[in-house]
């Protein structure tokens, strides 16, 4: 069992749509959470960041984290074509000196 | 700043040749790492370095070597190639101190690598 594990997709959905992605994992150490978002052909860079349970919100998206159920989420309001890409999930210990991310899921958003 | 730079971007190799995956950063990161991406594994951790001098394995170290004698670049090695090892190959860099801290890496564009 792989330990972060994440839908590949890919997810269509057209513009204006409310995006859900998703990771669960097994892992109970882990106490940072990420996400990246990765265009074809570059290197993912990073979207979001949170720290151990709760929401945090920036602009259109809001990152979740739920310790107790080993899942997070990433929500996309008002989505746009733009945001069409493929979106990794990240984790880490408190300590530890190395990421590990989901598979990924990609977005595909039509206008 | 350039940022992460890497090189070359794409290259083709013999099985049983050895090549350099070169990675330079300008924003005196000590966190360097290189992860290889394939279809349905993700990235998945090669080798990766906190500081000059200091190199350790990752996740799927094999096939491959590492040397970090300045801050600011960090290759990567395969020294006789397989198949298996036709990749994408990102290098990627922190700014926290020798340790990964946030968990903010800043990628390269990825190198495309095709063994024959």
């Known amino acids: 069992q792989k330990e972060v594990e994440q839908d590949p997709g890919p997810l269509s959905v057209p513009e204006g749509a409310i995006v859900s992605l998703n990771c669960t994992y097994s892992?109970?150490?882990?106490?940072?959470f990420m996400w990246y978002r990765q265009y074809s052909r570059k290197g993912p860079e990073l979207l979001m960041y949170?720290?151990?349970?709760g929401n945090k919100e920036d602009g259109r998206f809001t990152a979740q984290v739920d310790k107790s159920s080993k899942y997070i989420s990433l929500f996309i309001r008002d989505s746009q074509p733009s945001d069409s890409a493929t979106y990794l999930c990240?984790?880490?210990?408190?300590?530890?000196?190395?990421?590990?991310f989901g598979t990924g899921t990609r977005l595909l958003v039509s206008p | 700043n350039a940022g992460v730079t890497q090189t070359p971007k794409f290259q083709v190799l013999k099985t049983g040749q050895s090549m350099t995956l070169q990675c330079a950063q300008d924003?005196?990161?000590?966190?360097m790492s290189w992860y290889r991406q394939d279809p349905g594994m993700g990235l998945r951790l090669i080798h990766y370095?906190?500081?000059?001098?200091?190199?350790d394995q990752g996740e799927v170290p094999n096939g491959y070597n590492v040397s970090r004698s300045t801050t600011e670049d960090f290759p990567l090695r395969l020294l006789s190639a397989a198949p298996s090892q036709t990749s994408v190959y990102f290098c990627?860099?922190?700014?926290?101190?020798?340790?990964?801290?946030?968990?903010?890496?800043?990628f390269g564009e990825g190198s495309r690598l095709t063994v024959l």
């Open positions: 990627a860099s922190s700014y926290s101190g020798g340790r990964l801290g946030t968990g903010e890496l800043f």
């Open positions: 892992n109970s150490a882990f106490q940072y």
């Open positions: 949170t720290y151990s349970s």
């Open positions: 990240a984790m880490m210990n408190t300590g530890f000196q190395k990421l590990v």
């Open positions: 924003m005196n990161h000590e966190y």
């Open positions: 370095s906190v500081g000059a001098g200091i190199t």
